[in-house]
């Protein structure tokens, strides 16, 4: 069954870096079009960032310049790097691909940055 686990969440002060990985299972990230949601206390799930199998990344306006995806096929793992955190970044961060006609998200990772 296809899985995603993210880590790498936490609290970090505004202006500082997270990385957070999403680990993937049962099919090759090299090969899917992957994809960092994040949703905040009381809005919607928002995209932040995907990348195509062909490896083109794109980004939110709001994260643009601050957050890079990457990916790491040996390790079957994409990557969200986060810099110049501000407290409006905070959220879960959700990790997500469609793989034949299917969905799949993972459990989430909580990112607060403090003022």
């Known amino acids: 069954q296809v899985q995603l686990v993210e880590s790498g969440g936490g609290l970090v002060q505004a202006g500082g870096s997270l990385r957070l990985s999403c680990a993937a299972s049962r099919f090759a990230v090299g090969f899917a079009d992957m994809a960092w949601y994040r949703q905040a206390p009381g809005k919607q799930r928002e995209l932040v960032a995907s990348?195509?199998?062909?490896?083109?990344?794109n980004y939110a306006d709001s994260v643009k310049g601050r957050f890079t995806i990457s990916r790491e096929n040996a390790k079957n793992t994409v990557y969200l790097q986060m810099n110049s955190l501000k407290p409006e970044d905070t959220a879960v961060y959700y990790c997500?691909?469609?793989?034949?006609?299917?969905?799949?998200w993972g459990q989430g990772t909580q990112v607060t940055v403090s003022s």
């Open positions: 997500a691909t469609r793989y034949g006609t299917s969905d799949y």
């Open positions: 990348m195509t199998r062909g490896g083109i990344p």
